[in-house]
């Protein structure tokens, strides 16, 4: 899978071919565990994945802005935002390092 964007067919295939499911079962195990992150982040909660990170919502409050071709100033409005911060472990896999167990997502 690397080189390329990640579908959600290409994880479904990836749970397939590990896991041993069907190619439907493993289609809606990903749709399932996709739709509880994206509920849980719309209800406002963030989702901990052990030795991977953490998304959460945060909210921005109103403020000005500038257009950077006219230099005018502009209202930005309130607005929530998704965030995602990696664990230790991750970074470090990213980095190509070993890092201790650890649940610090």
Do not use: C, H, W
Request: charge should be positive; glycine fraction near 8%; proline fraction near 6%.
């Amino acid at each position: 899978m690397a080189g390329t964007t990640v579908t959600r067919a290409q994880l479904a295939e990836a749970v397939y071919e590990q896991v041993g499911l069907s190619r439907n079962e493993s289609a809606q195990l990903v749709e399932t565990v996709l739709e509880l992150v994206a509920g849980a982040l719309e209800a406002g909660q963030p989702v901990k994945i052990s030795s991977f990170g953490t998304f959460a919502v945060r909210q921005k409050g109103r403020r000005v802005g500038r257009n950077p071709k006219t230099g005018v100033e502009v209202p930005i409005l309130p607005r929530k935002v998704l965030v995602f911060r990696p664990s230790q472990v991750l970074k470090a896999r990213v980095n190509g390092l070993t890092a201790p167990d650890e649940d610090d997502a």
